[in-house]
């Protein structure tokens, strides 16, 4: 039998209708301006090594939030419990807390005529966020996708000897939002994911892992279990034998599982949050150009894929309920715009990008949609030809990317590059730049853009960057 979403006791509830009478509860005990956001969803995980199940989890989770106003003060509050006692408790908590707070004249809800029309009925509109089949597997089979999945990275190769498992999970999830301008809005989302992260034993006794993974809106949109075991048994492979280097300055050329990184640092460079507090090496670099001619940098947040269902990070509506749009971040080189929710954007003197970012509790943050580099026209094996000596990086470690300064320094592991060719896996290794210079120095943009989450990029090959090794 398909498997169907898990149901809660309380699963009757309209979440459209509860944010909405929430709001409608905070303007009654007196708040000047209030917003209210309600989730609910399920998740199934399983984990299988060597073939047993390790880890199975299934979960259904619905909670709600209140963010209240009293004329320039504010305050958030969020619970679980949806009984009308539990939101009453609800309102009178976040009402409280309101009254003690801080005033702030740059706080407060987008204006009413900011928010405009949006598609609210995901399953019904055009960014086909939502799709039904991730529950036509039975829990039986999608054990067995996992299974499916390890066992192809197990027979790929007899080095590979062991395998830290085979995984599969869905979600679906559903979000609402309602506040006191006038707006009202909901979307459903589903996903389904596999993957594989087998270990392999070399000559020298050491053993390598890697892995690899496949996600989707729907499950018509996965890579087989076969085919993703298949390309984690080779990864794994490639990194036996590894060594380290002698430090030195080559070219390097970023991955695309890895320059992704490249560009969620720029986006945190870019955010409104990191500006407005000085505390970037963008800031004051509005319409200067900071990188190369090649590169632009989009933040979208209602695009499709190209398989037609909508991206990982497209939307109908932001955090604050304002209507999803696309922002060039970085168009040919220039930075064209910071990101912004409307807090930010006041403490700037700007607009809001719709970059609100909400979960339950707390203010809105910043947050992107589907954030990319336009891909260029060579291909990774064009880059990599043309590279004398230098570093093919597969894997980083660490979060030493510092975006106040931009200095640059983490962990990598990858492939040695020698007259255009892979020679042999490198370890135990760091890279290290600046995201001033790194950005300026960028020589060559791949073909290869595919999106596996919100944040993608192709390949990306940077100069002057140091190695340090042995």
Do not use: C
Request: overall charge negative.
């Amino acid at each position: 039998m398909p498997q169907t979403a898990p149901q809660s006791a309380d699963a009757a509830i309209d979440i459209e209708s509860l944010v909405a009478d929430v709001v409608a509860q905070a303007m009654k005990a007196g708040a000047s301006d209030a917003e209210a956001v309600a989730r609910e969803g399920d998740e199934f995980s399983v984990n299988v090594r060597m073939g047993e199940v390790e880890t199975l989890k299934e979960s259904g989770s619905r909670g709600l939030g209140l963010r209240v106003f009293l004329g320039q003060r504010s305050a958030s509050a969020s619970t679980s419990d949806l009984t009308p006692d539990g939101i009453r408790q609800l309102v009178d908590g976040a009402m409280a807390l309101a009254k003690v707070t801080e005033e702030d004249p740059f706080t407060g809800l987008p204006e009413a005529g900011e928010f405009g029309a949006v598609e609210t009925r995901i399953g019904e509109g055009d960014l086909h966020l939502y799709y039904d089949d991730v529950y036509s597997l039975s829990g039986a089979e999608r054990i067995e996708w996992a299974r499916r999945a390890e066992a192809a990275a197990l027979q790929a190769d007899p080095r590979i000897t062991n395998s830290d498992g085979g995984s599969f999970d869905a979600a679906t999830g559903r979000k609402a939002l309602a506040n006191s301008r006038g707006f009202a809005g909901s979307y459903r989302t589903s996903y389904a994911g596999v993957a594989a992260a087998p270990l392999a034993m070399g000559t020298d006794g050491k053993m390598q892992r890697d892995g690899w993974w496949s996600s989707a809106r729907r499950l018509s949109d996965l890579e087989s279990p076969e085919a993703v075991g298949a390309e984690a048994a080779r990864r794994a492979l490639r990194r036996l034998g590894a060594r380290r280097m002698p430090t030195q300055r080559v070219p390097i050329v970023f991955a695309p599982e890895v320059a992704r990184t490249l560009v969620g640092s720029v986006f945190e460079a870019a955010s409104g949050d990191a500006i407005w507090r000085s505390a970037s090496f963008l800031a004051g670099k509005l319409d200067e150009t900071i990188a190369v001619p090649a590169l632009t940098i989009v933040d979208d947040h209602a695009m499709l894929l190209a398989i037609g269902a909508g991206g990982f990070g497209t939307s109908p509506f932001d955090g604050e309920g304002l209507p999803s749009q696309r922002n060039v971040v970085v168009e040919n080189g220039v930075l064209r715009t910071y990101l912004l929710n409307t807090y930010a954007a006041r403490k700037l003197g700007m607009k809001s990008t719709h970059n609100a970012s909400r979960s339950l509790a707390g203010a809105p943050g910043i947050g992107s949609g589907n954030l990319f580099v336009q891909p260029g026209a060579r291909t990774p094996e064009q880059i990599i030809g043309d590279v004398p000596r230098g570093f093919y990086v597969t894997g980083l470690m660490g979060f030493g990317v510092n975006v106040v300064t931009g200095d640059y320094s983490r962990g990598a592991t990858g492939l040695w590059i020698e007259n255009g060719q892979l020679t042999h896996a490198v370890e135990e290794i760091t890279i290290a730049g600046n995201l001033r210079e790194m950005l300026m120095n960028i020589t060559a943009i791949g073909n290869d853009l595919v999106f596996r989450g919100p944040v993608a990029s192709p390949t990306l090959r940077i100069d002057g960057m140091t190695v340090a090794g042995s």
